[in-house]
């Protein structure tokens, strides 16, 4: 396979051809999200879901691709990015040799090597009309990004010159970009330079409120709804406490309620294995130091009150 195949092939792969999942839960609460976050798309705008960790930022990003019916191309934020690893770059050589043989005493050879260019994602995206979904864009350094605002402006993509005969291409008229960010988190965080913000229409989300949050619980995990609210609840209530190091999501409620009903266990505080696994998982949302014991003894029997009162 010719090195212009084989990297077609590779970014084929990197594409995803996704559909409307028939688990996605739909209440009014995420489906007015999804639809107003469609109608920016169609418009042309990018989206920009903002949110603490557990909110369904990449779900729903992943959702409203669906529905847009486009190949999705992602992309997960980091450190190390440069511009090239959105854009691409130079990528192995292509050889010719010619021999000359027109005097047949005479043998003439003429060898030469040209790099060859490889379109990384975004030129990808760009070319092919794709969705780009941009997974915490933040934690990419600010000057990786700064390729993205002629992008989503001026619809044009500035190429580096080197290995290439074209210095920009048009963005295809279907490209969309959904970026998710987390505000809250501190380490390996950019702050998102105002360029690129303003050319984004960001829709901040929250946590959910309980029902919506046992559907979901449900749906992914298997447990019938009454279950889900019990344990919902009971995150819910450790939220409110504030007696946590990290924020208590529904992804700690999920794991609860897809453990028991693994185990076909049904939430009861007179279940000592229940209340271990609320504790294991529940409990490690707290840190201690070495000479806080006493401090650990008090969360653990709050944890323990609320078990009691959420799951009879």
Avoid at 96 to 125: C, G, M, P
Wanted: charged share 25%; glycine share 6%; hydrophobic share 40%.
């Amino acid at each position: 396979m010719t090195l212009a195949a084989r990297t077609t092939a590779e970014q084929s792969r990197a594409t995803l051809a996704l559909r409307p999942s028939a688990s996605f839960v739909a209440t009014h609460v995420t489906q007015d999200i999804s639809e107003r976050a469609s109608t920016y798309l169609r418009a042309g705008f990018p989206v920009h879901f903002r949110g603490p960790a557990g909110t369904g930022k990449t779900t729903l990003a992943l959702h409203v691709a669906a529905l847009i019916g486009r190949p999705v191309m992602l992309i997960v934020g980091d450190e190390e990015f440069t511009a090239a690893d959105l854009v691409g770059g130079q990528n192995g050589y292509r050889y010719r040799r010619v021999v000359d043989r027109f005097i047949h005493s005479v043998v003439k050879y003429e060898e030469d090597a040209v790099q060859r260019w490889v379109d990384n994602r975004l030129t990808t995206a760009c070319r092919e009309g794709y969705t780009l979904i941009y997974d915490e864009f933040t934690r990419s350094r600010p000057e990786a990004n700064n390729i993205l605002l002629t992008v989503l402006e001026e619809r044009m993509l500035v190429l580096p010159t080197a290995g290439r005969e074209e210095s920009y291409i048009r963005v295809h008229p279907e490209f969309r970009a959904i970026f998710t960010s987390n505000p809250q988190e501190y380490a390996g965080v950019h702050e998102a330079q105002d360029a690129l913000s303003d050319r984004l229409i960001t829709i901040d989300l929250d946590f959910y409120d309980e029902h919506t949050e046992a559907m979901i619980v449900a749906a992914s995990s298997g447990a019938d709804i009454e279950t889900a609210m019990c344990v919902v609840g009971l995150v819910h209530a450790y939220r409110a406490s504030g007696a946590y190091s990290q924020t208590p999501t529904m992804r700690a409620a999920l794991m609860i309620a897809r453990v028991i009903t693994l185990e076909g266990m049904r939430p009861s505080a007179e279940n000592p294995r229940f209340v271990d696994i609320c504790l294991d998982i529940l409990g490690s949302k707290k840190s201690f130091g070495n000479r806080e014991q006493d401090l650990r003894k008090q969360h653990r029997k709050m944890l323990l009150d609320l078990i009691a009162a959420h799951c009879f």
